[in-house]
């Protein structure tokens, strides 16, 4: 049975300002106690196996054990909700321990402000985290769609999305785009208020209710967490990638993750991206939808994807919408 109602925490940091400033903000705040501080990773693991936190905060740069290290083993031997604060100049760093399981992170400001600058951020992030059982996240991964699109796209999405309102589905958009349009787009469709959208960046926890949009002239693909969430990769585009996004590349990491849940849907598009991608999503046991040349501004990338023999339905984009929504609730 737990000790108390309060939320507790286990403060890691190898910094004694750190410590001290992070254990005052947290110590003030109703409903929050803080059981103990480490000042490396090594007194950090030992103490979250005995005390059993509801929350951890870290850093990464420790001696003994780093951020990471401590994330892998911490997962493995006593799974932990995770908020790490950590410097966005180092937001590579924040990504990668994202990816290793940690639930969110606070970005440090800068020496002169102080952590107090964050002060309203880390208590609301440490409240959310303890909501989070990470044993279980792999069962509260919401039901992710891919959606590969291209010539007349963009409007097809938008009434994808709009259909869905309400929906407790994860999206993610390969949607051929130049740079700098994507974010546009995905602002655009954010204010229609059906879900929440934006542009993907590395190491976006898939959630439900959410729609990412592959950046244009880079590429998004679905990894795992060493916790079981799902997350976002974002990379730049490589020489030999024909696509920048790439519904193939999209739809391959999804089969790869989800297997005989993954679900892909090929919307108008010139081309045949998505094509590679679909029969990955079909080997897995999953299945493949395509718009029909009744609805599509360009037909391309849907037969292409038919033509390999991948698809299961091919529907106009209205019954398209439909049947999603239905598969959805």
């Known amino acids: 049975m737990k000790r108390d109602a309060r939320i507790s925490v286990l403060v890691v940091d190898d910094s004694a300002a750190n410590r001290r400033a992070i254990t005052q903000i947290l110590s003030e705040a109703p409903g929050i106690t803080v059981l103990d501080?480490?000042?490396d990773g090594q007194e950090g693991l030992k103490k979250a196996q005995e005390l059993k936190p509801d929350v951890i905060t870290l850093d990464l740069e420790m001696?003994?054990?780093?951020?990471?290290?401590?994330?892998?083993?911490?997962?493995?031997?006593?799974?932990?909700?995770?908020?790490?604060?950590?410097?966005?100049?180092?937001r590579s760093d924040v990504f990668k321990a994202l990816e290793l399981g940690a639930y969110d992170f606070v970005a440090k400001p800068e020496?002169?402000?102080?952590?107090?600058?964050?002060?309203?951020?880390?208590?609301?992030?440490?409240?959310?985290?303890?909501m989070v059982k990470r044993e279980d996240a792999a069962a509260e991964t919401p039901p992710v769609v891919l959606i590969g699109a291209?010539?007349?796209?963009?409007?097809?999405?938008?009434r994808l999305v709009e259909s869905l309102k309400g929906s407790k589905a994860s999206l993610l958009v390969s949607q051929h785009m130049p740079p700098r349009f994507t974010q546009a787009f995905a602002e655009r469709l954010d204010k229609l208020g059906a879900m929440q959208v934006r542009e993907a960046a590395d190491g976006d926890r898939v959630k439900?209710?959410?729609v990412l949009i592959a950046p244009g002239g880079g590429q998004l693909e679905l990894v795992q967490g060493s916790n079981?969430?799902?997350?976002?990769?974002?990379?730049?585009?490589?020489?030999?990638?024909?696509?920048?996004?790439?519904?193939?590349?999209?739809?391959?990491?999804?089969?790869?993750?989800?297997?005989?849940?993954s679900l892909a849907?090929?919307?108008?598009?010139?081309?045949?991206?998505?094509?590679?991608?679909?029969?990955?999503?079909?080997?897995a046991g999953g299945e493949v939808w395509a718009e029909s040349e009744?609805?599509?501004?360009?037909?391309?990338?849907?037969?292409?994807?038919?033509?390999?023999g991948a698809v299961s339905k091919v529907l106009p984009l209205t019954e398209l919408c439909s049947e999603l929504s239905r598969r959805l609730k």
């Open 228 to 261: 079981g969430a799902l997350l976002a990769k974002v990379r730049e585009k490589r020489p030999d990638d024909r696509f920048a996004p790439s519904a193939d590349l999209l739809f391959e990491s999804g089969a790869k993750l989800l297997g005989a849940k």
């Open 63 to 90: 001696p003994k054990l780093d951020g990471f290290a401590f994330l892998r083993l911490l997962m493995t031997r006593c799974p932990t909700p995770v908020v790490v604060i950590s410097s966005w100049a180092h």
């Open 208 to 210: 439900p209710g959410q």
């Open 111 to 130: 020496k002169a402000r102080g952590l107090d600058a964050v002060k309203a951020e880390l208590v609301e992030k440490v409240r959310a985290a303890r």
């Open 150 to 158: 291209s010539t007349g796209g963009p409007p097809a999405v938008t």
């Open 294 to 308: 009744q609805s599509a501004v360009v037909f391309g990338m849907p037969q292409a994807a038919i033509a390999a």
């Open 265 to 283: 849907l090929v919307l108008t598009g010139m081309g045949n991206d998505g094509a590679r991608g679909a029969k990955a999503v079909k080997a």
């Open 37 to 39: 501080r480490a000042a």
